[in-house]
């Protein structure tokens, strides 16, 4: 899992990938290519 400050250009890179706010943080997440997965911070 990346941890990057802004995300926006983590979301973009996959067209299957979701911004989901859980417990006060930011993540993208993928479920067809986990490894897009990525958290704010």
């Not at 995300?7 to 989901?20: A, C, F, G, I």
Request: aromatic share 4%.
């Amino acid at each position: 899992m990346k941890i990057k400050n802004s995300l926006k250009s983590l979301k973009e890179r996959d067209r299957n990938n979701r911004l989901v706010r859980r417990k006060g943080r930011v993540y993208v997440i993928n479920k067809q290519n986990p490894r897009y997965k990525a958290r704010q911070g």
